[in-house]
């Protein structure tokens, strides 16, 4: 079988970031189990921060609104034609994992992945979507034009994903979390694809999270994570991939990166269903006071976690009708709890009132996260260094 990156032995500081996910994510199962009236938009808001992280590494930037009507099958807001292609395209892509990864029929193989390249592509026929690359293929830095690295030869490409999906699907002993890092890797690494290798990857590492049953497997996802951190994402993939496919590299402190990225991003999702709790209980009783449905609950708490709503996509999540809908936005204008911005097709709403003052006292009460290799990064600079020189 053909050569992969190997998975490293892990260290007392790596079983320790372990232990302490296994413990945030039982905090996160606890929550889910206990139906919440919010939770729902925690859930579309962690699908939309996700598919607005991957994409912007790769430069396809949208608004977290756009983003969240990326989620909820509405028109853009802002987004030109291209880019939103391409939102809607790993849109696409992620539904299907989060949907299809955990089903007990499910098969990983290189079809499958060629089938979401495909999701991902198909907008652009001239980009060869679901099909592998049949030449070289190079990654250069943006702003210099320097090449910093070359995939594997295009005729390794079959045998080495074929190599990927027969991991996948053996028995491991390693974490899930590390079992979806080294996914991540090794698909990055080879480059199987003329384009969308980054986003495929981040999606393969969501998918291999996903297949181990968690209860809300979105809430797993580090893709929001490192398109927030994408200068040390670039910098760890070069340091471990040194210019060129050599799996026999050490991919230690990739590993150490990821799970890095996935207990700052557990902190941060534990720390939005806190701030939720505190929030939506604070809502409910605005809504309450002021003799509104509680099905208003729903745009109140998305526009005091700030974002802009529409109201197609509160018509579609509660399943009332237009005009009612229009009567609720009228009756939380009027109760100054939503202020109304735009006009006609374009008209949004926002937090006013005490739904913003709610909103902005649970952001001044978020304590710092807490870093659990505080000196890797330092680390990995250090490395990169020594390996130009």
């Known amino acids: 079988m053909a050569a992969l990156f190997g998975t490293p032995n892990l260290d007392l500081a790596d079983q320790r970031a372990l232990d302490d996910l296994v413990e945030l994510r039982t905090r996160l199962t606890a929550y889910l ?8 938009g925690l859930r579309r808001s962690a699908q939309a921060k996700a598919i607005r992280g991957s994409n912007s590494i790769e430069g396809y930037v949208v608004s977290a609104e756009d983003a969240l009507a990326a989620v909820d099958d509405e028109d853009p807001l802002t987004a030109d034609e291209q880019i939103w292609a391409e939102i809607v395209g790993y849109r696409r892509v992620l539904t299907y994992v989060l949907h299809m990864a955990s089903d007990s029929d ?7 992945l060629r089938s979401m390249h495909f999701m991902l592509l198909e907008h652009v026929p001239h980009k060869s979507p679901g099909r592998y690359r049949a030449g070289e293929i190079f990654v250069e830095q943006e702003h210099t034009g320097e090449r910093v690295y070359t995939g594997p030869d295009p005729d390794l490409v079959p045998t080495l994903m074929d190599a990927l999906t027969t991991e996948m699907n053996r028995s491991d002993p390693a974490p899930a979390v590390v079992q979806a890092a080294m996914a991540h890797l090794n698909l990055v690494m080879i480059h199987p694809f003329r384009d969308g290798n980054g986003r495929m990857a981040r999606a393969l590492q969501t998918l291999v999270l996903a297949r181990d049953h968690p209860v809300e497997p979105i809430f797993d996802s580090i893709e929001e994570w490192l398109g927030a951190n994408a200068d040390d994402y670039y910098r760890i993939l070069a340091l471990t991939g040194a210019g060129s496919w050599q799996p026999e590299r050490d991919a230690h402190l990739w590993v150490k990166f990821c799970l890095r990225a996935h207990h700052m991003q557990a902190q941060t999702v ?5 701030e939720a709790q505190t929030v939506g209980t604070a809502l409910l009783e605005l809504v309450a006071e002021r003799g509104l449905p509680e099905r208003t609950l729903d745009p109140v708490f998305d526009a005091a976690m700030g974002v802009r709503v529409r109201r197609p996509g509160y018509v579609r999540r509660s399943g009332i009708e237009e005009r009612t809908a229009s009567r609720d936005f009228k009756h939380l204008v009027e109760a100054g709890l939503l202020a109304a911005q735009g006009q006609t097709k374009g008209r949004f709403y ?4 005490p739904v913003r003052e709610v909103g902005l006292a649970a952001k001044r009460r978020r304590a710092p996260l807490v870093d659990p290799y505080p000196d890797l990064m330092d680390r990995i600079s250090h490395e990169l260094q020594r390996l130009a020189r």
């Open 33 to 40: 189990r206990t139906p919440r009236t919010w939770t729902g």
């Open 106 to 112: 499910f098969r990983l193989d290189a079809h499958t």
């Open 270 to 274: 534990a720390r939005r269903f806190d």
């Open 350 to 353: 926002v937090a006013d009132g």
